[in-house]
């Protein structure tokens, strides 16, 4: 499809590619790979924000959204939950829109840290947290969005997320209240870096700002809405709006990639090989470029704050379609085959 700024979705394109996807073989495969891994029961809900242990740890939604609009939703994808971490590398892009790549890298940096999501760990030399992939770096990219007070600021972050999701979004209070109130340790490293210049003195307006963008709430199908429209160069492929300068793009997925899963990045991108961000409620975006966006949601996560079931629909996804962005030679099943509906005359397996 023709990349255009087209305001809003066409209704007939919609309908096209509902019908579409209801007959592509790939709806298939994604509901085998959620019945293989709906039993799957290692890993806890998080429980150090209190509003988030009362989560329902056999909830599991996985949607798949592909770059020209056909839309696949299994299992608990309607199911609501706070975005978390994963809402980290769309906020970075909105600070490269508003202040241009040079001013951002001049206050976070781009390099992994091999560390926790919430490790206190600064760059020294370059005076600046290490990436905007981890709690730090996220808070320091949450100071740098615009606006004349704490409203206006908020308003734009929530217009951005808005022109992702192609709807608009809203803030569960309680995970929000509940953020605010145990936030000591981001409160301590917002505080730390006012302390060395890296954050400017409005710190406590940024990290409400923080709270607050981490418990927008979304469901599995948002983020793989999310994801294809990274994947299509910034523009929502169902609503045909852009979200974001497509020059930036890439700067969100080369941070995917090397920073997005914490700890576990390096082993992620060896493995799986998709730029991809996950949460502590349990989300996890991932963005195959020019093909498609993945959103999966299971709250079980593991050590380093990752949800189980999530790694491994990806490692699967990744592995049998050849999905790794250094793949080359595939010679693999075709997902662009199985993403083109089955004539009734055609018998399968
Ligand atoms: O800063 C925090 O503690 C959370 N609100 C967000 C952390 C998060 O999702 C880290 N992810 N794995």
């Known amino acids: 499809m023709e990349k255009t700024d087209k305001p809003r979705g066409d209704y007939l394109d919609v309908l096209l590619n509902k019908m579409k996807s209801a007959a592509a073989p790939f709806r298939d495969v994604l509901r085998d790979l959620h019945t293989k891994y709906q039993t799957l029961n290692e ?53 490269l829109e508003e202040h241009g790549r040079e001013k951002v890298l001049t206050k976070v940096g781009v390099e992994p840290t091999g560390e926790a999501f919430n490790s206190i760990l600064l760059d020294e030399a370059s005076n600046r947290p290490f990436n905007p992939m981890v709690n730090a770096g996220a808070i320091a990219t949450a100071d740098l969005i615009n606006g004349k007070d704490f409203p206006e600021r908020l308003e734009r972050l929530l217009r951005m997320f808005g022109k992702y999701c192609g709807r608009d979004v809203f803030i569960d209070n309680g995970v929000f209240l509940s953020e605010r109130a145990t936030g000591h340790r ?40 999310m994801g294809a429209t990274l994947a299509n160069g910034g523009i929502n492929p169902i609503t045909h709006e852009r979200a974001i300068p497509s020059a930036f793009v890439k700067d969100l997925l080369a941070s995917m990639l090397s920073c997005g899963m914490y700890d576990y990045a390096g082993e992620w ?6 730029p991809a961000k996950s949460g502590v409620a349990g989300g996890l975006v991932g963005v195959i470029p020019g093909q498609m966006g993945v959103g999966v949601f299971s709250p079980r996560l593991d050590a380093k704050g990752n949800t189980v079931r999530g790694i491994k629909v990806f490692q699967e996804l990744s592995e049998r379609f050849g999905l790794h962005v250094f793949e080359s030679g595939f010679q693999g099943e075709s997902l662009r085959q199985l993403l083109q509906p089955k004539r009734s005359d055609e018998s399968h397996g």
């Open 43 to 95: 890993g806890n809900v998080a429980t150090y924000i209190p509003e988030l242990a009362k989560a329902n740890p056999d909830w599991f939604g996985l949607s798949v959204v592909t770059a020209d609009g056909q839309v696949f939703d299994i299992g608990d994808a309607q199911q609501t939950f706070t975005i978390q971490s994963v809402s980290k590398p769309f906020v970075f892009g909105l600070a």
């Open 186 to 225: 981001n409160r301590a490293m917002g505080h730390l870096m006012l302390n060395f210049g890296m954050v400017s003195n409005r710190v406590e307006e940024t990290l409400e700002l923080y709270f607050q963008q981490c418990s927008i709430l979304v469901n599995s199908h948002d983020l793989a809405v």
């Open 269 to 274: 991108a060896y493995r799986v090989g998709i």
